[in-house]
T-cell receptor
Framework: GAGVSQSPSNKVTEKGKDVELRCDPI?????LYWYRQSLGQGLEFLIY????????KSGLPSDRFSAERTGGSVSTLTIQRTQQEDSAVYLC???????????????FGPGTRLTVL | QQQVKQSPQSLIVQKGGISIINCAYE??????FPWYQQFPGKGPALLIA?????SEKKEGRFTISFNKSAKQFSLHIMDSQPGDSATYFC????????????????FGSGTRLQVQP
């Protein structure tokens, strides 16, 4: 596919369960971002991956959140022991990497809507 | 701390009218200011972006006006059409001091635009 894909599109889980959300970035994009969009709010940065470098986890809200990116491509966001306040749309974006000098367009996936009951 | 403040929350415009959305930022390190358009169930898509070295950028019916001294920027949609009905987000990013290339976007809270036929 030409765009960023995410799965599942919707996820309903019970409080306390773990969930995994998947992101497939655009081929050739080495930069990958996860954002969270709460109802009626703007997007909140969670984590950033660039190539094989250590991820920038500065936006993760708690240690229940983690993410990995295998082979510099697909990324998985894991939320352990989910809480009701974790309910949101989780969006993934990818872009080319221009180093510190440039800002490149971030292409967003359709998101995963997570509902924690 | 909300670094990008967006207004109004919602906007109703008649077809053919001008839609104006405003944003203000606090972080003077921001050097890239994109606007994103989001339709229900979709991820945000880049509409237009500006850097602080210019005061205006126009692409078709969409114009960004930028006031560096006031730390404000706005989106103008000329000849608004029903198909423009969507949520619009302003955003900003800056280079991090450590050269990771991270360009995480800080988003405004969004404006829901309805263009009435």
């Amino acid at each position: 596919g030409a765009g960023v894909s995410q799965s599942p599109s919707n996820k309903v889980t019970e409080k306390g369960k773990d969930v995994e959300l998947r992101c497939d970035p655009i081929s050739g994009h080495t930069a990958l971002y996860w954002y969270r969009q709460s109802l009626g709010q703007g997007l909140e940065f969670l984590i950033y991956f660039q190539g094989n470098s250590a991820p920038d986890k500065s936006g993760l809200p708690s240690d229940r959140f983690s993410a990995e990116r295998t082979g510099g491509s697909v990324s998985t966001l894991t939320i352990q022991r989910t809480q009701q306040e974790d309910s949101a749309v989780y969006l993934c974006a990818s872009s080319f990497f221009l180093g510190s000098g440039g800002a490149n367009e971030q292409f967003f996936g359709p998101g995963t809507r997570l509902t924690v009951l | 701390q909300q670094q990008v403040k967006q207004s109004p929350q919602s906007l109703i415009v008649q077809k053919g009218g001008i839609s104006i959305i405003n944003c203000a930022y606090e972080n003077t390190a921001f050097d890239y200011f994109p606007w994103y358009q989001q339709f229900p169930g979709k991820g945000p898509a880049l509409l237009i972006a500006i850097r602080p070295d210019v005061s205006e950028k126009k692409e078709g019916r969409f114009t960004i006006s930028f006031n560096k001294s006031a730390k404000q920027f706005s989106l103008h949609i000329m000849d608004s059409q029903p198909g423009d009905s969507a949520t619009y987000f302003c955003a900003a990013s800056s280079r991090r001091a450590r050269d990771t290339g991270r360009r995480a976007l800080t988003f405004g809270s969004g404006t829901r635009l309805q263009v009435q036929p």
